[in-house]
Every structure is written in structure tokens, then in C-alpha cells.
């Protein structure tokens, strides 16, 4: 943890500003030590150079597994390739410029691949995470001097209010037990003025629709089995991605039996595992959404093409 992360951070509980004991530090970076709170007296440790402000991965050991193991999968700069950028453009909706020198907020960071992204040209970015792999994350990224991560939950946040240029959130609140409330502890950390983006799993008509509700059904399963078995199991979208190609059958086993259709084969296992083994896990409608914003009081609410994507700003 980097000091000047003191800054942004207060207590969950009572909000009051955080002071810090017992530190041994590493690298220009406090490796461990206890962040104190004068005013209840709680305490929160830093282990492994991340604050922590839960003891446990509580309904999200799958995220710590999958993201232990697939630690690089998905990381620009370890794939030579610019997916992961190309995806946050599409999901938030903003160039990658819009973020200098901001101070940003990646709720959900998971390994840290958008991060990486926007690591260039925010002031500072902050990541933070329910599960262990914030350690993933800083082990992919502890190199850049802005980039900080906290091991917390979206329900309980460490931050003060008022003090994020820009937050997103990609592909993580309809994880959380209640979407729409994990959504409403985010405009109060913001700037006035500042900017939300979030991307949540859709559930519009169609084609996506049914094969959603082939996928509820299987979860019902899926989510109970140890983690490692699902993982062996989610390979099944190896050979299956080649089966889909044969036109009718093809077609058919893609409704039934959704896997990842992704042409990179450690990113087909990975996606097909994501999608089986959240303990929540939630559709929506772009209107919902769009309802939520408003119900925050936010402003210039907008919608992109790609579902479901919104964005608004918090009134000056
Ligand atoms: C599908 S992953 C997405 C990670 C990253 N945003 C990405 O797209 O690569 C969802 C992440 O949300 C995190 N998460 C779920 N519930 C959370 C909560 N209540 N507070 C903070 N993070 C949470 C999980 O631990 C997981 O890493
Ligand atoms: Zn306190």
C-alpha cells in the first residue's frame, strides 16, 4: 500500500479517518501493518502490501480461484493483443483519454485488466475487490506507481465521500446479492461533477434470453460443484466450440449447452467457467438501469448499444 492511499481511505463503519500502526514497509510500500480507527477503534490489517476490510471472500471464492488461475488470461500487456482495451471502450463508453489525470475508481477490479488500461492516463486508479484477487491484480501490476488495490466489499466501502473523478464497473454488481443496492453505494464516493459507468449482464428478448435460461437451470448445479471439478469441466468448451460450427446441430448445441464461444482456448475455459460458477448472478433490462441512475439524481444519462451499458454524471 502506497501512503498517500491514507488519503482516500476511512473507516467502513463510521467513516471517520483512518490512522496507521505497526507498519513494516518494503519497496517504498507498507507491507503490512493496521489500519486504526480513533473513533470506534476498529481495526483492518494490510497483508501482502493490500488494506484489507474483510476477513474473508465471503460468497466470491470462485472469483479467488478463477482469478488465480487465469492471473494473465486476459491481460493486454501479457497477450500482446488490445482486447481488454477494446472491451472497456465498448462497456464504459468513454475514450481511454477522458481518464487523464483523474482520480478512478475500477469497482470489481478482478486480475486488473482494465486497470492496465487506464493505468497511463489517470492521475491515480484505485482498484478494489471482494475476493483475493486483488493479489493477482498487484502481482500483474504492483510495477506502476498509480495504481492502488483494497480488498473490500461494495456494500462497505473504506472511502471517503467525494472523492472519485470517474468510477466503473465492469461485469461485477450483478455478482453482488442485490445489483441495485451495490449500484447506490457508488454515486456518494463521486465528485460532484464526476462520471459512472457501469456494464451489467442483459437480459433483453431474444435469442440471449433462452439461452440465459438454459444456463439458470444448469447453475442450479454448476454452483455447487467444488470449484476444481467445474473448472475440468469447463474445458468441455474446448471441442465444443468446434461441434457449434456444424451448421443445425451446431446451432443447436449453442442453445442448449452454452459455452464460451471465444476462438482463444484458455479464454473459452475461462468464460464458460465465469459464466457456471458465481454464487449470484443477475440479468437486466437497460431500462432498469437507466431507472437506477435516475432514482441516484444523476444527469446526462446514457445508454450505449451494447447491453446493458450506462453512464451518467453526479450534478455539480
Ligand atoms: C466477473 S469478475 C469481473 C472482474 C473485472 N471487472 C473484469 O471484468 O475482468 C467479477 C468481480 O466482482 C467481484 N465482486 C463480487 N461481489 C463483490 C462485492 N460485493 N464487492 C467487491 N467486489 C465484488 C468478484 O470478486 C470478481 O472479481
Ligand atoms: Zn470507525
Known sequence: MKNRLLKLLCCPKCKADLGIRKSK????EIESGILHCPVCQREY???NFIPRFVSTDKYVESFSFEWKIHKKTQLDSATGKTESKVTFI???GTKVENLRNKIVLDVGCGMGRFMEVVQPYAKE???IDLSFAVDSAHENLKKFDNVHFIQADVFNLPLKNNTFDYIYSIGVLHHTPDTKRAFMKLPCILKSGGEIAIWVYS?????TRIRNRFTDFYRIFTTHLPKKLLWYLSHLAIPFYYCKKISKVGAFLDLVFPTSNHPVIEWRVLDTF???SPKYQRKHTRDE???WFKEAGLKDIEASDFPVAVKGRKRK
Open 45 to 47: 490489517q494490510i497483508i
Open 203 to 207: 437480459d433483453e428478448t431474444g435469442y
Open 25 to 28: 514497509s518494503a519497496k517504498s
Open 125 to 127: 486508479v484505485i482498484g
Open 90 to 92: 465498448q462497456k464504459i
Open 274 to 276: 465465469d459464466w457456471y
Open 289 to 291: 438501469v437507466i431507472n
